[in-house]
């Protein structure tokens, strides 16, 4: 057996009402904190309310979208202003990327810059990150169980990752209920994202028997349960698809992800598009391109057949291939497809995803025509 390692979250709380016991266990970390939140997160206003009732100062910084640098810079101005001693992320995998970056960077004494792959230095974290607390009220990213922040370069046109194994939540608080009447759109491309991050670590290079084990309880769990919750809104099944963000989260940290996530990084930054309704897009034409690839290298599809029996038991049509149907579905319930690009632009993307982190766990190197393709497939006309 090949050796590998597992990076794992520090402590996690699981299930309905968990999130009524934040509160006290965020105070112990600290008596002025920094609640990061998004707008719609309504539980936000009860949870500030409670810190506040353990004889916390709070500040509150709304988060706008997915983290962009200067959003990062300013939040880090707001934490240091404030003499923050812990951060509270409570929103979507977007909040909880931005309270890390925040956490991670309000103690470090250079630039934002300095510290980011890619458009900067890269330079590690000399100082230990804040502590930091996440509440997800999406199922989708796993944030609350990963090592990185993804940031937009605005300038760059980029999305590039701010990582260090501290930036993992001290806790994290995965309560389901938080993600209840979560708008249909969202629920849809976050829904998409945690079965893309179960999906792309069983296929990983970086595979290992742990990640394994948990992707294939996720994936089927997560395929049907997100066919339940669009179709009409389940507990059980917003249940169900909360306990395959977090183990998608654990997945990637281990095992890595693959080209969906390589395009969608590029694609993220270049057209400012939602990550998850991306992702959702482009899981299809990537699972059969490298499938294709694979099997005309003479490797094993076996995995790839899995997933295709997975995907045949939440969306078969009698007679029809899996991946068809799935796409027919995807198609039904209205995720926007990626926006109509010229073919200088697509190459850009293609090449510039062949560079990204994430593709170094793809299962197979795919050539830049064929990432070409993959984003055709994905898009408008």
Known sequence: MAPFALALPRNVRFGRGCADDAAATIAALGRRVLVVRGRSAAYADSLVAMIEAEGCTVTVLHGEGEPTLPQVEAGRAAARDAGTDCVVAIGGGS?????????????????????????GRGMPLERDPLPLVALPTTAGTGAEATRNAVIGVPDAGVKVSLRDPRL????????????????????????????????????????????????????????????????DEDPEARDAMALTSLLGGIALANAGLGAVHGLAGVIGGRTGMAHGAICGRLLIPVLRANRQAIAANGGAITRFDEVSAWIDAAFGEAGADPLDAFARWIDGSDLPRLPAATDADRRDWADAAARASSMKANPVMLAPDVLVEIIEQSSDA
């Open 95 to 119: 909040v909880i990327d931005l309270g890390k970056a925040i956490a991670g960077l309000a103690p470090q004494a250079g630039e934002v810059l300095d510290h980011l792959e890619g458009v």
């Open 168 to 231: 993992v939540p001290v806790h994290a608080f995965v309560d389901p209920g938080l993600t209840d009447g979560c708008p249909a759109g969202v629920t849809l491309a976050s829904g998409l994202d945690a079965v893309v991050q179960v999906i792309e670590p069983y296929l990983s290079a970086r595979a290992n028997p742990v990640t394994d084990a948990l992707c294939r309880d996720a994936i089927p769990r997560g395929l049907t349960a997100l066919r339940r919750v669009i179709e």
